[in-house]
């Protein structure tokens, strides 16, 4: 079973996620500090965190910092805040997904199964060229940037780059069109699962932490992603 962590202190929303999550045949563990939820995973395997931003020890975001240092499991944000600035920071630091209170817990369990299932192999599969030619587009960006479409895993010059699950939808869809510029709405609408749900500045922010992952393990490879001004963004191997 697919196992989900949900780190909430506030046990009425806690028990309802709980609940919403075990009926669609989640497995779930619930924990209430942010402290808790490290140690926790320190010593278990899950395959997606609900993370409350607003915890007694520390913030969500805080966690999700100390989570991306070492593993790219999907996160979800639930929040009390609604400012865009906050939305932006939960996806630039690695959320896939930021949703704010009141909720439907049914809806969380939907957007997990959602963010799940398009992280899959079979679904990255589905992509256009990845579908019909993942062993050409590896041959075609071999020592710069390399595509597994089998582990899901991109390489930069031999490197794995550590992404989150959008980061890594989002490089390979401008991977996978490479020397074409594509527009901020084009980039929501292929590596988003709900692209009505966020906004431009959501494709800037991610393409930050893409460049900045990039430069760790090439400095100047971050070139390849090019910003054109009023357009969008375009990715340019050479």
Known sequence: MTRV??????????????YALETDR???????????????????????????????????????????????????????????????????????????????????????????????PNDIASHKDAASDAKGLVV????????????????????????????YKLLLVLLENEGRVMSRDQLLEKAWYDPGAVTDRTVDAHIKTVRAKIRMVHEGAEDMIQTRRGLGYVFVMA
């Open 26 to 120: 989640f497995s779930v563990r619930h924990v209430l500090t942010g402290g808790d939820a490290l140690h926790v995973l320190s010593q278990e395997s899950f395959d997606f965190v609900i993370l409350d931003v607003g915890l007694p020890d520390m913030t969500g975001f805080d966690v999700c910092r100390k989570l991306r240092e070492d593993r790219t499991i999907p996160v979800l944000f639930l929040t009390a805040r609604d400012a865009e600035i906050d939305r932006i920071l939960g996806l630039e630091i690695g959320g896939d997904d930021y949703v704010t209170k009141p909720f439907s817990p049914r809806e969380i369990s939907a957007r997990v199964r959602a963010i799940l299932r398009r992280s899959a």
């Open 140 to 167: 075609k960006s071999a020592k710069k940037m390399e595509h597994d479409p089998v582990a899901m895993r991109l390489h930069c010059h031999g490197v794995c780059l550590d992404l989150t699950a959008h980061e």
């Open 5 to 18: 962590l949900v780190v909430e202190d506030e046990p009425a929303i806690a028990d309802a996620l709980v």
